[in-house]
């Protein structure tokens, strides 16, 4: 990966965005009034300063080219396993087979990103690490709930490890013809319409929402919120075609997919709080909760992408 003015362009409109809402925050909070307009514009301003927190440390992953990344997102990996395993009801049969999903399958996982095996890549978890595991949990011997406990540890490896894999993987699995080397602005790009399309969702959600989509799983989502904050999203990643090796209808429907698929992967994710009966699937993000919380989207938006890419364009 390399570093060149399209990328510096990149980074330097988010922390643009970044500088413009830290001033309306703050404007925000010399205006509020009264107890509840305050504790609104106390929870944005903390998401704000967490946004900046985020793209500090991922900026700083950039900069190490493709190492760093692969380390950062398998650090998200791990903090996000352990909050989706902290939700879920564990037994002393189950501590073998946990300690291989956070210190051997998370890991080699990784490495096969990090050593370009695409093959073992593609296959490890759904295929070896699917068989492994519930022979782990056979010998400890305890098979009270086992399907429901071995099923809980191979969903959370699939969603955490598996599918958040594939976006450090865009950085050395892709070799796109004529966008060698570049492929930095391409997990930048995709990071970007992801994320950008969750606050859209919210701010339109907020602004027009009147008709939710699904009030038993998530009540803040609606379809105004929906389709108000997906357009958005793809007409910003239309605008940022040149950072791709897209042309402008491509990257549409490319921005098309991330969105959608972003918007599914957090209705899914809400569904399983709802389930554990929590708000947020931790605390570690202040202003967003835990890390799964803020990469839910993600985490269905990379492979879709990336094999999008492979497939298309690779």
């Known amino acids: 990966m390399r570093w060149d003015a399209e990328l510096g362009w990149l980074i330097a409109g988010v922390l643009g965005v970044l500088v413009v809402a830290t001033i309306a ?22 998401r704000i300063a967490g946004w900046w927190v985020m793209c500090a440390v991922f900026a700083v992953a950039l900069l190490t080219a493709g190492v760093g990344s ?15 395993i902290t939700l879920t009801a564990t037994k ?35 295929v070896y690490v699917f068989l492994f595991l519930p022979i782990s949990v056979a010998l400890a011997g305890d098979t009270e709930r086992f399907l429901q406990r071995t099923a809980t540890v191979q969903w959370g490896l699939m969603i955490t490890v598996y599918l ?7 950085l050395v699995m892709l070799d796109i013809p004529g966008y060698e080397d570049q492929n930095g602005k391409l ?4 990071v970007l319409i992801t994320q950008a399309s969750d606050v859209l969702q919210y701010i339109f959600g907020k602004l027009l929402g009147r008709h939710r989509i699904a009030p038993n ?16 999203a793809v007409l910003l990643g239309t605008l940022l075609w040149w950072a791709t090796p897209f042309n402008p209808w491509q990257s549409a429907l490319m921005s098309l997919a991330i969105t959608v698929m972003g918007f599914f992967g957090g209705l899914t994710m809400s569904a399983i709080k709802r389930d554990r009966g929590v708000k947020d699937y931790g605390s570690m993000i202040p202003g967003h909760g835990g890390m799964l919380d803020r990469i839910d989207s993600l985490c269905f938006a990379a492979p879709v992408f990336f094999h999008l890419t492979r497939y298309y364009f690779g």
């Open 187 to 190: 997990l930048v790009y995709f």
């Open 92 to 126: 002393r049969g189950d501590h073998w087979t946990l300690f291989w999903s956070f210190f051997l399958v998370l890991p080699v996982q990784y490495y096969f990103v990090a050593d370009e095996w695409y093959g073992m890549f593609s296959i490890f978890i759904p």
């Open 164 to 170: 958040v894999s594939h976006a450090p993987a865009m």
């Open 217 to 232: 799983i998530s009540p803040d989502k609606t379809w105004e919120g929906f389709i108000g904050g997906v357009a958005a």
């Open 25 to 46: 925050g703050q404007i925000l909070k010399r205006r509020a009034r009264s107890d509840n307009a305050r504790a609104t514009v106390d929870n944005i301003n903390a």
């Open 70 to 84: 692969i380390v950062l997102f398998g650090l998200m990996s791990f903090f996000a396993l352990r909050e989706f």
